[in-house]
């Protein structure tokens, strides 16, 4: 056998391929190498995650396509590939594309035209209605699988397909985010699965056995459930007891900074980069003593996020996410108890109903009808509802109710009566004195 020297490199099996068989016939035709001829292609794709695509391949199936669009008309001379971005993401915010929409108002540009592999991987909804000017602005053609060429904006079947093409995949999207959904309310209401995310303080993640779903289970995949942690568990029971005896939330607060009781973002700072970890806030607290799933059972569905056009060209600049607590109503509980409850759902729903507020002594509950209209002039807090008296009242202790002992002087305390000669003008009462009438340090909000 001749030697060769193409059997010491890596396309081995490439070089058989060249070779002719016994009738010298060649086994596979050699494929040239494209010549930098006719239209000059900027190729565009996306993928979406990078925890479950794989770049290559998805890039590969994407240009492939590209290819056969422009196969004969021309070669694709730049790539540009988003990693890792949705395509509700608009064009300027995802880098690659922000690169292809800059190079386009260069005149000295490599590319005189782009295509994508497919629609839907790269428009959204109306992006492309609103970056055409853009392209025709800059003469650049976009050609698309789905017209087997360029984009005609003067050809109304055209536009009516590509609106389509928008719309569907905007339903794509939708559609997989109401059936995930819909899976998960089952999943928390009939089994109490933990369904991702970090647990919550006083509790651990450890394995629950095998994954429901027999594959994830055959690749090794383990499902997960919420067990006591040893060193933050007794905090949380330490806190609903002291809330069920009546001690104000930020009294509880002040003792655990006292005790330097580590804070959740303290004792998990890996897993809350945003936070300082330098102590106990009033909203951690109260959001604890507040959190149904110390009661054992699974609950889902507490936050949502809304989506709102930042601008009129909502699909051009995109869409402000924003996380929004729902309304109890809308929390989906497990049936069950899921996990080791940390307090009876007696106690939590008797913490629920704590009040470290005076209340009447005939046990006749208050109605306060200027909650949260008014604030102090002196340090800008509203007023906190009081009963004294017998009479529905409003106080200001600037700052008293906050989770770090003052090491200041403070102002006298603020207080307001509810009575009809003084909702118009309220009048700033001290214990023991007699009212006054003077500048007020409380106004209406």
């Known amino acids: 056998m001749r030697y060769a020297p193409e059997l010491d490199g890596p396309d081995l099996l490439g070089w058989w391929l060249r070779q002719p068989d016994r009738r010298g016939r060649l086994r596979a035709r050699r494929t040239p190498a494209p010549e930098p001829v006719g239209i000059r292609f900027a190729f565009y794709g996306r993928m979406s995650t990078r925890e479950f695509q794989d770049r290559l391949s998805s890039a590969r199936w994407q240009r492939d396509f590209a290819e056969e669009v422009i196969d004969g008309r021309g070669v694709i001379v730049a790539e540009f590939f988003d990693v890792g971005f949705s395509?509700?993401?608009?064009?300027?915010?995802?880098?690659?594309?922000?690169?292809?929409?800059?190079?386009?108002?260069?005149?000295?540009?490599?590319?005189?035209?782009?295509?994508?592999?497919?629609?839907?991987?790269?428009?959204?909804?109306?992006?492309?209605?609103?970056?055409?000017?853009?392209?025709?602005?800059?003469?650049?053609?976009l050609w698309l699988p789905e017209l087997n060429g360029p984009v005609d904006t003067g050809?109304?079947?055209?536009?009516?397909?590509?609106?389509?093409?928008?719309?569907?995949?905007?339903?794509?999207?939708?559609?997989?985010?109401?059936?995930?959904?819909?899976?998960?309310?089952?999943?928390?209401?009939?089994?109490?699965?933990?369904?991702?995310?970090?647990?919550?303080?006083?509790?651990?993640?450890?394995?629950?056995?095998?994954?429901?779903?027999?594959?994830?289970?055959?690749?090794?995949?383990?499902?997960?459930?919420?067990?006591?942690?040893?060193?933050?568990?007794?905090?949380?029971?330490?806190?609903?007891?002291?809330?069920?005896?009546?001690?104000?939330?930020?009294?509880?607060?002040?003792?655990?900074?006292?005790?330097?009781?580590?804070c959740p973002s303290s004792v998990d700072p890996g897993r809350n980069p945003h936070r300082s970890g330098a102590g106990w806030t009033l909203r951690t607290v109260a959001s604890i003593l507040a959190n149904p799933r110390y009661t054992g059972r699974q609950v889902w569905n507490r936050q949502h996020t809304d989506r709102g056009p930042l601008d009129a060209a909502d699909d051009l600049l995109?869409?402000?996410?924003?996380?929004?607590?729902?309304?109890?109503?809308?929390?989906?509980?497990?049936?069950?108890?899921?996990?080791?409850?940390?307090?009876?759902?007696h106690d939590f729903v008797a913490a629920q109903q704590a009040n470290a507020r005076p209340a009447p002594l005939d046990g006749a509950g208050?109605?306060?009808?200027?909650?949260?209209?008014?604030?102090?002039?002196?340090?800008?807090?509203?007023?906190?509802?009081?009963?004294?008296?017998?009479?529905?009242?409003?106080?200001?202790?600037?700052?008293?109710?906050?989770?770090?002992?003052?090491?200041?002087?403070?102002?006298?305390?603020?207080?307001?009566?509810?009575?009809s000669d003084q909702t118009s003008c309220p009048v700033a009462r001290h214990p023991g004195r007699r009212p006054q009438r003077r500048r007020s340090r409380a106004t209406r909000t």
Not at 368 to 391: F, M, P, Q, S
Request: charged residues 25%; proline residues 7%; hydrophobic residues 40%.
């Open 87 to 141: 395509r509700q993401v608009p064009w300027t915010r995802r880098p690659q594309a922000a690169r292809l929409l800059a190079a386009l108002a260069d005149p000295g540009r490599r590319f005189d035209a782009v295509v994508v592999g497919e629609f839907e991987r790269a428009f959204y909804g109306n992006q492309f209605r609103d970056l055409a000017p853009l392209f025709k602005l800059y003469g650049v053609q």
């Open 366 to 419: 208050g109605r306060y009808l200027l909650t949260g209209l008014i604030r102090c002039r002196e340090c800008g807090r509203i007023l906190d509802a009081h009963w004294v008296n017998k009479h529905a009242a409003y106080r200001c202790r600037h700052g008293h109710r906050k989770a770090t002992a003052g090491g200041m002087a403070l102002p006298r305390n603020v207080y307001i009566h509810e009575a």
């Open 318 to 345: 995109g869409q402000a996410e924003v996380r929004r607590w729902n309304l109890m109503q809308q929390w989906v509980i497990s049936r069950d108890i899921a996990h080791p409850p940390l307090v009876s759902e």
């Open 155 to 262: 050809n109304e079947h055209h536009l009516s397909l590509l609106a389509l093409l928008g719309v569907h995949s905007k339903r794509e999207v939708q559609r997989s985010r109401f059936r995930a959904k819909a899976a998960m309310c089952a999943q928390a209401i009939e089994q109490g699965r933990h369904l991702g995310g970090r647990p919550p303080y006083g509790y651990r993640l450890v394995a629950a056995g095998p994954h429901p779903y027999p594959a994830h289970a055959k690749w090794g995949r383990v499902a997960h459930r919420l067990e006591p942690d040893p060193s933050t568990a007794p905090h949380v029971q330490w806190m609903f007891a002291q809330r069920l005896t009546g001690r104000s939330v930020a009294g509880i607060t002040r003792a655990l900074n006292d005790r330097r009781v580590p």
